[in-house]
T-cell receptor, first 115, second 113 residues
Framework: NAGVTQTPKFRVLKTGQSMTLLCAQD?????MYWYRQDPGMGLRLIHY???????AKGEVPDGYNVSRLKKQNFLLGLESAAPSQTSVYFC??????????????FGNGTRLTVT | QKEVEQDPGPLSVPEGAIVSLNCTYS??????FMWYRQYSRKGPELLMY????GNKEDGRFTAQVDKSSKYISLFIRDSQPSDSATYLC?????????????FGRGTSLIVHP
């Protein structure tokens, strides 16, 4: 049981380049989330999805797009990378609608540097 | 002001000490409370969760919730160097059937031998 898997683990981009981060979960979770984590800022929600084919904005959505074409996958795209997007990106998943049984399960992150 | 406040630390303690980590919150709608532990270069992992006021114990860890004061705590007894990590509190409230968590900034804990 792999849980939540993120690819790639590391990436360096030049300003203006684009890339897609992939998240896959094998727990049949309905909800999936993308967070970024910066020193002193904690985890900030970028976008989330409450089910296949749905997406919604979180706290810091600007500069990012997402897609949830399959229940087990959640993609995060950067169309034109900026140095301010240098961060560690975490994907997470949960049942979502079961309250007490909705803790999030996280991947191990993607470390992105934009030069 | 953020909905969830957490002192980032770092908190440095000697091995064997009792550690107290705390979060305060402003949103009365929060119903479920969680603590995550995050080791360096890893994703957060769920440590404890609870939904009622009072204490919940799991081995050396005790989670405490005081809804009247909007205050939650995590106590670690007999702390070990392996407990050195960042501890994040998280809270859930229900909005239209969905539960979207709000995280604190995390407290960095260092337990030195």
């Amino acid at each position: 049981n792999a849980g939540v898997t993120q690819t790639p683990k590391f990436r360096v981009l030049k300003t203006g380049q684009s890339m897609t981060l992939l998240c896959a979960q094998d727990m049949n979770h309905e909800y999936m989330y993308w967070y970024r984590q910066d020193p002193g800022m904690g985890l900030r929600l970028i976008h989330y999805s409450v089910g296949e084919g749905t997406t919604a904005k979180g706290e810091v959505p600007d500069g990012y797009n997402v897609s949830r074409l399959k229940k087990q996958n959640f993609l995060l795209g950067l169309e034109s990378a900026a140095p301010s997007q240098t961060s560690v990106y975490f994907c997470a998943s949960s049942y979502g609608d079961r309250g007490f049984n909705s803790p999030l399960h996280f991947g191990n992150g993607t470390r992105l540097t934009v030069t | 002001q953020k909905e969830v406040e957490q002192d980032p630390g770092p908190l440095s303690v000697p091995e064997g000490a009792i550690v107290s980590l705390n979060c305060t919150y402003s949103n009365s709608a929060f119903q479920y409370f969680m603590w995550y532990r995050q080791y360096s270069r890893k994703g957060p992992e769920l440590l404890m969760y609870t939904y009622s006021s009072g204490n919940k114990e799991d081995g050396r860890f005790t989670a405490q919730v005081d809804k009247s004061s909007k205050y939650i705590s995590l106590f670690i007894r007999d702390s070990q160097p392996s407990d050195s990590a960042t501890y994040l509190c998280a809270m859930l409230s229900q909005t239209g059937g969905s539960y979207i968590p709000t995280f604190g900034r995390g407290t960095s804990l260092i337990v030195h031998p």
